[in-house]
């Protein structure tokens, strides 16, 4: 339809494509949520994956892509085993950690670990890899050990200012807007996917199985303009994130083409976005973050 790779996964109804170029987009998020957060982890990671009574401590790293975080994380700590898994096998195969194994899984399934022998479930950006997100949530749950700990990163789907600037998306914003209730419609009606980001907390807490349930905002600025003006990382962090966001419209065209969006409608669409994330300053992107302790 477009010229893109994507997964032939029957039971995943990821839509976005598995490519070089929206990989290259993911890895440069990850570099920028990294330098936002000042880490490569929320919550109590250190003390999760502290050294044990020799026991050699496990990670899981669901859509892992091509592995940045795992691979990262796992020269951060060289005492604990790092495994990712993904539906498509883009992860590199050579001159790995001796920590680090890649996996291909669709995570629709249940994984091969057992019950209660993973420390650290990890679960950034792969609300769009299920209809429902308690499958994630449930085999966290299923995997973990008592003590283990359950991350969850997502974005919002919608657009956003900065508090500061009191201003409201759907009037400042109309197309940047637009775009994410067309692509919100689109996800629901073509593949089942749900706008989780903000539920995910109490998702985690109605199973009943998990303590210490902590939800963090981090905003992500996108441009160089905005409350941030005079910051030069988060000028530069904003000028990034917005090459990222021009990509992300990209990368969503064949869902928006599939639920009956025509070429040219989405063209315009797509100009519109960026003349919006170009001259409209104070616009923002939200992650998500939830930490959880498996009881």
């Known amino acids: 339809m477009d010229g893109r790779l994507y997964t032939s996964s029957t039971t995943a109804p990821y839509p976005l494509p598995v490519d070089t170029p929206e990989m290259s987009r993911v890895d440069v998020q990850h570099g920028i949520l990294r330098d936002l957060i000042g880490e490569n982890y929320v919550g109590p990671v250190l003390a999760v994956l502290a050294p044990e009574n020799g026991r050699r401590k496990t990670v899981v790293d669901i859509g892992t892509g091509r592995g940045k975080w795992l691979i990262e994380m796992a020269a951060e700590f060289p005492h604990v085993d790092f495994i990712g898994l993904d539906i498509v096998p883009i992860s590199p195969q050579y001159d790995l950690p001796a920590n680090v194994l890649f996996e291909v899984h669709d995570i629709n399934e249940q994984t091969r670990f057992a019950a209660g022998s993973v420390d650290f479930f990890h679960a950034r ?61 689109a996800l629901e009606q073509a593949r089942g996917i749900l706008p989780v980001a903000d539920t995910i907390p109490q998702k985690i807490l109605d199973t009943g199985l998990f303590r210490d349930i902590t939800a963090q905002l981090f905003r992500m600025p996108i441009g160089d303009e905005g409350p941030w003006q005079g910051d030069q990382e988060w000028m530069r962090l904003g000028k990034v994130y917005r090459a990222c966001i021009r990509r992300y419209v990209a990368s969503c065209k064949r869902v928006l083409l599939e639920v009956g969006l025509t070429e040219t409608q989405y063209d315009a669409l797509y100009q519109n976005v960026l003349a919006e994330i170009n001259n409209v300053p104070g616009l923002i992107g939200e992650y998500n973050t939830v930490c959880a302790i498996k009881l």
Do not use: C, K, Y
Request: aromatic share 14%.
């Open 125 to 185: 950006s792969v609300s769009m890899t299920v209809r429902d997100f308690g499958t994630i949530i449930n085999e966290a749950a299923r995997i973990l050990r008592p003590g283990g700990l359950f991350f969850s990163g997502e974005w919002t789907r919608s657009a956003a200012f900065h508090p500061q600037m009191n201003l409201t998306p759907t009037v400042d914003a109309v197309h940047f807007s637009h775009f994410f209730q067309v692509l919100g419609s």
